[in-house]
């Protein structure tokens, strides 16, 4: 019975970060960034997102975003992007904690309380249920968005981030972000 339970426990979402090298009926093959490959089976209810970039004007008060960042000697976590999330997604897994961009980086999921300019770019004061964190956004800092998508945008050579799941033995997408023309997905 306890063999039983523990199989019925949820697998971990894994963040695969790469580039789609083919696509095998419903499977597809992922040059990851550490050079690895993998192969991913697609569902039918796979969700599919482009990633879009926009402009610093997006980061204002009452926003909400997710920003990857990383606290320099200084104490000061400086972002490495910014997903100015769709006002549908509100509150989508707001907190802050460790992310794995790079070593040592974090992920705060916020409302952008204040913005304030700084020398070399802005500081932003981000509030969560649990709490706060200020981030400065260095100029040329990527800053994009998503919107629903179809299929279509998941083809050889495009740049994606997957979110995905073991199901019945098998790696499976639960979401596919992927950026047109080359965009690589920063977060």
């Known amino acids: 019975m306890v ?8 697998q971990p979402v894994q963040r ?9 009926g419903m499977t597809l093959v992922v040059a990851e960034r550490s050079g690895a490959t993998v192969r991913v089976a697609l569902a ?11 402009g ?19 104490g000061v976590l400086r972002a490495l ?28 999921n916020a409302t952008i309380a204040q913005v304030m300019s700084v020398p070399d770019g802005r500081s932003i004061v981000l509030r969560y249920k649990d709490g706060e964190q200020t981030v400065v956004v260095p100029d040329g800092v990527p800053i994009v968005t998503y919107r629903n998508a179809d299929r279509s945008l998941i083809v050889p050579g495009a740049k994606i981030v997957m979110f995905a799941q073991v199901r019945d033995g098998t790696l499976t997408a639960l979401r596919v972000l992927a950026g047109k023309d080359g965009l690589q997905p920063p977060m």
């Open 81 to 108: 992007e910014v997903l100015v999330f769709p006002d549908a997604m509100r509150g989508t897994a707001e907190g802050h904690g460790p992310w794995d961009l790079q070593p040592g980086s974090t992920m705060t």
């Open 44 to 54: 039918e209810g796979t969700g599919v997102s482009e990633v879009l970039p926009i």
């Open 56 to 74: 610093t004007d997006a980061i204002k008060p009452g926003t909400y975003i997710g920003t990857a960042a990383l606290k320099g000697a200084d």
């Open 16 to 24: 695969i970060r790469g580039t789609v090298q083919a696509i095998d």
């Open 3 to 10: 063999a039983g339970a523990a199989l019925a426990q949820p």
